[in-house]
């Protein structure tokens, strides 16, 4: 079964459950064209969706926040845009909110995607734009291939 191609919502239920199992609760999610998620709007923004970020999943475990977006395949602009929102000035009150809200202080962005050695490989040269990147395969199992969680 380790071979089968997983979708982003497989990847993304799949890492919600590792997350669940590491004592996280998640505070929400966002499957592709769902629409249920958590829009985190960059401060000098003055049109209401001009620039906003949705991500896959926002989870909460003691004071840490942790941020993700996963994806099936691997996508640079994930990193990117995780880097914006862990340098904090682009989206300063929007994460500030969010501590708030969820009575958090230390903020934590990842990616996931599947576990397969191209996208890890590819992995290797964007890895300092996120604190950490986890893998799942089509059994569930899931590994981090870069930094860690508390």
Sequence with gaps: MGNLELTEEQVTKQIMDCLRRRGYTIHAFDFPQSGTGKPLHPDDSLEKNKGMIIPDIIAVRGEYLIIMENKDRFVKGDFDKLHLLKQGST????????????????????????????????????????????????????????????
């Excluded at 903020?107 to 986890?134: I, R, T, W, Y």
């Excluded at 799942?136 to 860690?148: E, F, I, M, S």
């Design 91 to 150: 989206f300063a009150k929007a994460i500030a909110e969010l501590h708030e809200e969820c009575r958090t202080s230390v903020l934590l962005v990842g990616s996931g995607m599947p576990d397969k050695e191209s996208h890890v490989n590819k992995v290797q040269k964007v890895a300092n734009l996120v604190d950490f990147v986890m893998v799942t395969n089509a059994d569930g199992v899931c590994r981090l291939v870069k930094g860690r969680l508390p």
